[in-house]
């Protein structure tokens, strides 16, 4: 990956299974990781890092309730009145899984 991402070998990159010459000079790749902390040094100075965020608290719990709950609710067989989960149940969730 380090050979191709290098732009001074990667327009001369050959692929060993094919043994094929192939121009990657006008690729574009994209990577995609939750954590960049495992990303080896070398590979992240290759790279442009692009910071997303992510769902904010109020979305979350929403996502739990309009999904997530009735999902599980009907994987293990549960009605509505059989089980309450609080929004502090949720939190807890969100907060430490």
Known sequence: LLEVLDPSQN???????LDVP??????L???TA?????IP??????MEV???SGYIHDEKIQIARRYLEPAARQQMGLQSDHLHLSDDAITSLIKWY
């Open 11 to 17: 327009a001369t990159f050959v692929d060993h299974y």
């Open 22 to 27: 192939v121009d990657l000079s006008k690729v």
């Open 29 to 31: 790749f994209l990577c």
């Open 34 to 38: 939750n954590v960049i902390d495992t």
């Open 41 to 46: 040094g070398p590979l992240l100075d290759r």
């Open 50 to 52: 692009v910071r997303l």
